[in-house]
């Protein structure tokens, strides 16, 4: 069901939110747009002016590893004033409440942990982009690390245990999904009753099947985007407004 208005849809999404044990949440680019951070998709966003670096291209080529972090460096400013928007505040706030045992998020940015989610309950399906690893051994290094010795030598670092190339902790096109964060994720789908996408456009797969695999056991289904998804016929509710708007009066609740 499309809602007919926000205000409609706001009081049905606090009905079924009331009547449900256990809310799992999942969250694309979109819950993050109003606090400054561009989404990849849509026309002006990040892969309308850059092509993706696939991952296959960043391990065989020093020249992509350079070009992939000189595009990170000149996002560091739009990461680090970023704070948590509505949408992370309210979803905080139910998993606050014990509605909500954790968030599964498609998203790199850290909101959800600096808007009051433990660490060990944001599922990042797509990794995270605050900080490196080395794609061999798995040592971490912060951003600063890199930073220094890109500056010092005009390339992007080897770790220093393996010397293997070391990538911010995403997971790029052509990588290989997270084994625990896509079994972590499955089981969370699977036993909520109630699951909420927000923000995302349900394009990319193979995250964009746990909206799907949640109403197969027996879910609910929200859908709270500002445009139509291919799932929008299987939801109990759409919501196709700002999505904000949509959830800011779920904060602190």
Known sequence: ????????????????????????????????????????????????????????????????RDESWRRRFAMEAVFAAAKPGRGHRALASLY??????????????????????????????????????CIGCGQAYPLDWVRLRFDDDGAAPNCTACDEPVKTATISFGQMMPEDEMQRATALSQACDLFIAVGSSLVVWPAAGFPMMAKRAGARLVIINREPTEQDDIADLVIQHDIGETLGPFVAN
């Open 1 to 64: 069901m499309i809602a007919s208005d926000l205000q409609s849809g706001i009081e049905r999404l606090g009905d079924m939110i009331a009547e449900a044990k256990t809310i799992v949440p999942f969250t694309g680019a979109g819950i993050s747009t109003e606090c400054g951070i561009p989404d990849f998709r849509s026309p002006g966003g990040i892969w309308t002016r850059n092509r993706p670096i696939p991952f296959d291209e960043f391990v065989a080529s020093q020249e992509a």
């Open 96 to 133: 606050r409440a014990g509605k909500v045992p954790a968030v599964i998020t498609q998203n790199i940015d850290n909101l959800h942990q600096a808007s009051g989610f433990a660490p060990e309950h944001v599922v990042e399906l797509h990794g995270n982009t605050t900080y490196a690893r």
